[in-house]
């Protein structure tokens, strides 16, 4: 795909597509729930999709339809005890969420599985979840003997503990208290910092007996031998897909963009916290909080005037997927940013420390990696450059926000667009229609 320098801002309202993080966790929980749940603004993505056919290859019945209200995903509920042995390998796809949350649940299942998924998924570490889960006694293993997938879930016999993660990760935080579910006592994971806390607030709402933590205590735990009940979820618009146009918005001159009813959970809403930082122009509108999350309207206008920051410590875990456009958007502001303690970019869908940097650097930006993050010394035009992808959905998205302040009159090439359908199928339409308003 190629894609010009924008000759006008951004202008208009946007609904983002439904959290991601949200989605999969509502098709999971309302799956091992008693009774229906009732999912509206679901994210139909190719990851979201991977987790409703995981668990329809359970026995989950899972319908999609359409009402006066919207489209919606009911899910049919069979209780903790209620998945079927899945008669083939269930295939996560490209989703680490899937792949991660799934194992805790099969963890405590009577039947073995067997977790697959394609290139890129298989070689993201998977040690992070198998080496806890299987301390809490479940029977956890790869198949090829390197930490990586395919994942063998035999049956175990969890007894609950104390867990101290040595990364801060949703994703290991989830499965070892959705294993702590199956678990014959109490399941504690410390963090070194919070991560989302998505799970521990919906698996509230789903009935669990879970107690969540905070930014000074980075604990949460689930109390074993209640069920859980089907409910009604609301899913907010994605942060992290309002991320592009959040950031095309302050680039590019002439740009004003409301983009309604996206989530601003504190533990995502980092982003925000460092574009305000730099001097970003945005005002956050309306306020409301459903099905346990806040979400709000934010209005975005064009800043000339950013500058550089320090991003480190406690905040990574709550912008990790949006670094790659900030570092964008530092690109354009004027100073130096340095992001540090992102280490955890190298084992994302690609090694988005070197893709970064590396396409930056192909633009004209003034940008270095480090071990743990990357330095870009802004203010530097950017050029036309063909993007490497690695297929990577983030970083797709990044660099066409990147392409819209090309000082060249060619365009930018985006190799391998069609990833977006990752986490945002309709990332590119969206992108137009507000450039052309």
Do not use: W
């Amino acid at each position: 795909m190629k894609i010009l320098h924008a000759t006008s801002g951004l202008r208009g309202e946007l609904k983002v597509p439904g959290d991601k993080s949200i989605s999969h966790r509502a098709v999971m929980f309302g799956s091992i729930a008693t009774g229906d749940t009732l999912i509206r603004g679901f994210l139909k993505s190719a990851d979201c999709i991977s987790t409703m056919n995981c668990f329809r290859a359970m026995g989950i019945d899972i319908e999609e339809g359409t009402d006066e209200k919207g489209e919606y995903i009911l899910v049919h509920g069979r209780g903790l005890r209620g998945l079927k042995k899945p008669a083939n390998p269930l295939d996560c796809g490209n989703s680490g969420t899937t792949a991660r949350l799934i194992s805790g649940i099969l963890a405590g299942q009577d039947f073995e599985s067997l977790l697959t998924g394609d290139a890129s998924l298989s070689r993201r570490p998977m040690k992070r979840v198998i080496e806890p889960l299987n301390t809490l006694g479940a029977s956890l293993r790869s198949e090829n003997g390197n930490g990586l997938m395919p994942l063998i879930i035999e049956k175990g016999e969890l007894h609950g503990g104390s867990i101290r993660t040595r990364v801060a990760s949703a994703q290991v935080k989830s499965a070892i208290l959705l294993s702590g579910l199956y678990a014959d006592k109490e399941t504690t994971v410390i963090e070194p910092a919070l991560s989302r806390n998505h799970t521990e607030l919906m698996l509230s709402a789903f009935g669990a007996d879970i107690s969540a933590g905070s930014s000074i205590d980075p604990k949460a735990s689930v109390r074993p031998g209640r069920e859980l009940y089907g409910i009604p979820v609301i899913v907010p618009g994605d942060i992290s897909s309002a991320a592009y146009f959040i950031g095309a918005a302050l680039i590019v001159p002439g740009s004003e963009v409301v983009l309604r009813n996206v989530g601003i959970n504190p533990t995502r809403d980092g982003i925000l916290r460092v574009f305000k930082a730099m001097g970003a122009d945005i005002k956050i509108e309306n306020e409301r909080y459903e099905s346990g999350e806040r979400s709000a309207d934010l209005i975005v206008s064009y800043s000339p005037s950013l500058k550089g920051v320090e991003i480190g410590g406690d905040i990574i875990p709550a912008l990790i997927d949006e670094l790659p456009l900030i570092a964008v958007v530092a690109a354009v502001a004027g100073g130096e940013t340095v992001i540090r303690d992102a280490a955890e970019l190298k084992v994302k869908e690609s090694n988005r420390i070197s893709l970064t940097v590396n396409n930056l650097k192909a633009m004209g930006a003034d940008a270095e990696e480090r071990e743990d993050g990357m330095v870009i010394r802004g203010g530097k035009p950017l050029h036309r450059a063909s993007i490497e992808t690695a297929r990577d959905h983030r970083i797709a998205m990044s660099f066409s926000v990147a392409a819209l302040v090309n000082s060249d009159v060619r365009p930018v090439e985006i190799r391998d667009p069609s990833c977006v359908g990752i986490s945002f199928p309709d990332f590119y339409r969206d992108m137009d229609r507000l450039l052309e308003q």
